[in-house]
């Protein structure tokens, strides 16, 4: 088979000349180079997925250098990276945020965190930025969007004014007032929260990219929101009562708080701290009670509790179902199965067949289908006559491999003969062929074992995984069969009937004579024994 080397020097050639002319400098070359990095690129799944061809990434190509060459291309290796980085970069801030606007609010004033804080700020503004410099695919016309007033229109009318309230430096309004406003401070940080919308766009669309199962996908980032969920419930059940008492400095809350019940106000560990409000995130969720002395007292206490009960039932009910959804989709074969094995018990049920014959249909259906279900003529209908060839090859692989009926053949007849084979499935002590009957077809034995008997029911001999039989059919049209098969176990075999091998094999005259001549030796061996 050839095959096509993509990346030959050739090929590169011609892609280079697309950007860079022959008389271009080498600052010319450098800079077309850099560009590279924000066009679409060849590498990239998104635009093998809808541009579909290398000559449609040319266009996309041309058209972007020509008209567009301050645009980001979706396509683009840049804006792949960069995706990655604000995933990143969003859930590291998911993380921090709410933990230091709670247990280190005291400490927020440091500058190490000021500066952590504002660097993932920053970069979110300049996402906002760049999702202004970057097209879109529209799926509704199939083209890709570059135009720059079409792009910011999109993006104003989607997602800029979450990403805006979620990407603004709240620190500004405090700079006058840096250390009165503490509390103030940190609780208007939270707004980062608003940036969950981009991020689920983002890792969406890297999922899409790296052909994540769509039910893992759904499983993975149902928990991973779980977990943010309940570190931000135990967050706020810190925040909130101290921002009740207080929105500058932090002071103790009040008296009937739960912070004050557990005498968790004067602890100095802030693990200690964490370990008790994540503690009493979960039991909100589960439902499962508050421990001795932390019953909601205080009305902003008891309004959190009643909220989060709310949004735990929620999120219990969405996590139950992308779990269900997640096996179901990985057992959905299996799942199709019992359901088609539970049609089969009652269809048997309703013929009153004897126990032996249902456990051998079920046997049977077992051995078939090895406990998966599908639909194998309507899977190959959609796929094209050289994937069914390569599918059917690699199904025969082993009876291909060990048959040595098949050995030397050139591989454009094997492929045809294999195009040919029917699989059969027979079940212990089910009789193949019976002697002195008429055959026209032969059978290669794929799995399993038979058992050959003469005309007076004398063993012969045992045949295997590679072996075949009924070969005279083929070439004596008129020929009893002169021995019996029997399936000594669950055997698979396939069946190759004598009007098919005749036009498959009619223009290989040197191998009907070799076949032939098997043939002829092995029914006279046959016939030999028969008359002992």
Same mark, same amino acid.
């Given at each position: 088979m050839l095959r096509v080397y993509d990346d030959c020097p050739t090929n590169v050639r011609k892609r280079d000349e697309i950007l860079v002319s022959p008389e271009a400098g080498r600052f010319g070359r450098m800079l077309v180079f850099f560009r590279q990095f924000f066009m679409a690129s060849y590498k990239s799944r998104s635009a093998q997925r809808y541009l579909r061809s290398h000559a449609s990434i040319d266009y996309e190509r041309r058209r972007h250098l020509r008209h567009y060459t301050h645009i980001i291309h979706p396509f683009s290796l840049f804006r792949h990276w960069w995706d990655t980085l604000m995933i990143l970069t969003i859930a590291a801030g998911l993380i921090a945020f709410p933990y230091q606007a709670a247990f280190d609010m005291s400490r927020s004033d440091s500058l190490s965190w000021t500066v952590v804080k504002n660097t993932l700020i920053l970069l979110c503004c300049c996402d906002i930025v760049i999702n202004f410099l970057t097209g879109y695919y529209d799926k509704l016309q199939s083209i890709v969007e570059l135009k720059p007033k079409v792009i910011a229109g999109m993006y104003m009318k989607k997602g800029f004014i979450f990403d805006f309230l979620g990407s603004f430096p709240t620190d500004l309004f405090f700079i006058h007032s840096w250390h009165q406003y503490v509390v103030?401070? =940190? *609780?208007?940080?939270?707004? @980062?929260? /608003?940036?969950?919308?981009? %991020?689920?766009?983002?890792?969406?669309?890297?999922?899409?990219?790296? =052909? *994540?199962?769509?039910?893992? @996908?759904? /499983?993975?980032?149902?928990? %991973?929101?779980?977990?943010?969920?309940?570190h931000w419930q135990a967050c706020l059940y810190w925040i909130v009562p101290i921002a009740v008492v207080s929105m500058t400095s932090p002071e103790r809350p009040h008296n009937d708080s739960w912070i004050n019940s557990v005498g968790l106000w004067d602890d100095s560990s802030d693990s200690n701290k964490y370990g008790h409000c994540i503690l009493r995130a979960v039991a909100t969720f589960m439902h499962s009670g508050f421990l001795v002395r932390t019953e909601p007292r205080t009305e902003e206490d008891q309004y959190l509790v009643i909220i989060f009960h709310f949004l735990g039932t929620l999120m219990f009910c969405f996590l139950i179902a992308r779990v269900m959804q997640f096996f179901k989709g990985i057992n959905s074969s299996k799942l199709k199965y019992q359901a088609a094995l539970a049609h089969l018990s009652q269809y048997m049920s309703h013929k009153q067949l004897p126990r032996k014959t249902q456990n051998r249909i079920v046997d049977y259906y077992e051995f078939r289908f090895q406990r998966r279900f599908f639909r194998e003529p309507e899977i190959l209908s959609i796929l094209s006559m050289h994937m069914r060839q390569e599918i059917r090859m690699h199904s025969c692989r082993k009876l291909v491999e060990n048959v040595t009926f098949f050995n030397n053949l050139p591989l454009s007849l094997l492929a045809r003969i294999v195009a040919l084979l029917k699989s059969e499935i027979f079940l212990t002590n089910d009789?193949?062929?019976?002697?002195?009957?008429?055959?026209?077809?032969?059978?290669?034995?794929?799995?399993?074992?038979?058992?050959?008997?003469?005309?007076?029911?004398?063993?012969?001999?045992?045949?295997?995984?590679?072996?075949?039989?009924?070969?005279?059919?083929?070439?004596?049209?008129?020929?009893?069969?002169?021995?019996?098969?029997v399936a000594v176990e669950t055997c698979k075999l396939y069946k190759l009937e004598r009007a098919d091998f005749a036009r498959t094999i009619h223009p290989y005259p040197m191998l009907w004579e070799r076949i032939k001549k098997i043939a002829i030796e092995r029914h006279e061996k046959t016939t030999i024994l028969n008359s002992q």
């Open positions: 103030a401070r =940190e *609780v208007l940080s939270l707004s @980062y929260v /608003f940036r969950i919308f981009s %991020f689920l766009t983002y890792t969406d669309k890297l999922a899409r990219d790296y =052909e *994540v199962r769509r039910a893992l @996908y759904d /499983f993975i980032s149902t928990i %991973f929101w779980l977990i943010i969920a309940l009789l193949i062929v019976k002697a002195n009957q008429t055959g026209d077809c032969m059978y290669f034995i794929a799995t399993g074992t038979v058992a050959v008997y003469t005309l007076t029911g004398k063993e012969v001999c045992h045949l295997e995984d590679g072996a075949h039989f009924g070969e005279i059919a083929l070439v004596m049209p008129d020929a009893k069969r002169v021995a019996s098969v």
